[in-house]
Nanobody, 123 residues
Framework: QVQLVESGGGLVQTGGSLRLSCAAS????????MGWFRQTPGKEREFVAA????????YYADSVKGRFTISRDNAKNTVYLQMNSLKPEDTAVYYC????????????????WGQGTQVIVSS
């Protein structure tokens, strides 16, 4: 069982930066692939980024490539999402996810989900 708690969301102006954190409980955190998704009202949750358990591989949605960076610290049971050059279209609730395989994350599903943190980018 893995519990995920996101933090770091907030209000930022266009072009600004935010760093989201996701703290995970459970001794098996280091074995899970971790990811970030986002959702806006009326739309399906969309994949944003994922990182493998050993940090060797990262994947990004085309819409955030070059602006967002996913990282993890297995010693702290934490995964991060550094978001730079934010745009109004990045406004969403951001969810942390943990999955046994990174493929599941890339396909839009996960074993565990956090409760989400709101990000608002003002124009």
């Amino acid at each position: 069982q893995v519990q995920l708690v996101e933090s770091g969301g907030g209000l930022v102006q266009t072009g600004g930066s935010l760093r989201l954190s996701c703290a995970a409980s459970g001794r098996t955190f280091s074995t899970y692939a971790m990811g970030w998704f986002r959702q806006t009202p009326g739309k399906e949750r969309e994949f944003v980024a994922a990182i493998n358990w050993d940090v060797r591989n990262t994947y990004y949605a085309d819409s955030v490539k070059g602006r967002f960076t996913i990282s993890r610290d297995n010693a702290k049971n934490t995964v991060y999402l550094q978001m730079n050059s934010l745009k109004p279209e990045d406004t969403a609730v951001y969810y942390c996810a943990a999955s046994a395989t990174i493929t599941r994350l890339q396909r839009g599903s996960s074993d565990y989900w956090g409760q989400g943190t709101q990000v608002i980018v003002s124009s």
